[in-house]
Antibody
Framework: QLQLQESGSGLVKPSQTLSLTCAVS??????????WSWIRQPPGKGLEWIGY???????YYNPSLKSRVTISVDRSKNQFSLKLSSVTAADTAVYYC??????????WGQGTLVTVSS | QSALTQPRSVSGSPGQSVTISCTGT?????????VSWYQQHPGKAPKLMIY???KRPSGVPDRFSGSKSGNTASLTISGLQAEDEADYYC????????????FGTGTKVTVL
């Protein structure tokens, strides 16, 4: 059974870059059956899909965030990462990592709150 | 890519049934049989309850069922229990040109 755990800075200044990592355990991140996704949830609001990286390395992003998002994989550490540039207060949210296979978002991390504030 | 539309809240007494709708377009809900539903308790990560419109992952009670008609998907909770009180989100594949996903606005289920 997969386990995912987010980590990274909980406070980011406006205009800077948000960086988060998701450590995967219980399986290989290189498994052909899985892709790896990021989803966020502003306080008191709904879920928003950010994007995902396919096991081949191909990436797919939410069109509304595409110009600012980069998702990458570090196979040596069995983890994947999210970078979101030029952040504003609107990017304040709980960020979740999740697995994506033929069953969408079946395993989730516990989530990490990122606050954008000076 | 607009969020799928869900009712803000639904409620029911223990033992009753409630249905949550999820309305999209022909580019998402109506175009693919890839609608999933997630349950989220306060302060917790979402949990997958239904995928591919009507399939239940192992461990999800059969009180939860899903369906779809046209551009609207539905989640029905039968025999409502206190622990079903939570927020519920639908999600649909929306990959007309490139793979993408869109979530619903979320519905608060209250057990009276």
């Amino acid at each position: 059974q997969l386990q995912l755990q987010e980590s990274g800075s909980g406070l980011v200044k406006p205009s800077q870059t948000l960086s988060l990592t998701c450590a995967v355990s219980g399986g290989s991140i290189s498994s052909g059956g899985y892709s790896w996704s990021w989803i966020r949830q502003p306080p008191g609001k709904g879920l928003e899909w950010i994007g995902y990286i396919y096991h081949s390395g191909s990436t797919y992003y939410n069109p509304s965030l595409k110009s600012r998002v980069t998702i990458s994989v570090d196979r040596s550490k069995n983890q994947f990462s999210l970078k979101l540039s030029s952040v504003t207060a609107a990017d304040t949210a709980v960020y979740y990592c999740a697995s994506l296979s033929n069953i969408p978002f079946d395993y989730w991390g516990q989530g990490t709150l990122v606050t954008v504030s000076s | 890519q607009s969020a799928l539309t869900q009712p803000r809240s639904v409620s029911g007494s223990p033992g009753q049934s409630v249905t949550i709708s999820c309305t999209g377009t022909s580019s998402d809900v109506g175009g693919y049989n890839y609608v999933s539903w997630y349950q989220q308790h306060p302060g917790k990560a979402p949990k997958l309850m239904i995928y591919d419109v009507s399939k239940r992952p192992s461990g999800v009670p059969d009180r939860f069922s899903g369906s779809k008609s046209g551009n609207t998907a539905s989640l029905t909770i039968s025999g409502l229990q206190a622990e079903d009180e939570a927020d519920y989100y639908c999600c649909s594949y929306a990959g007309s040109y490139t793979p993408s996903y869109v979530f619903g606005t979320g519905t608060k289920v209250t057990v009276l």
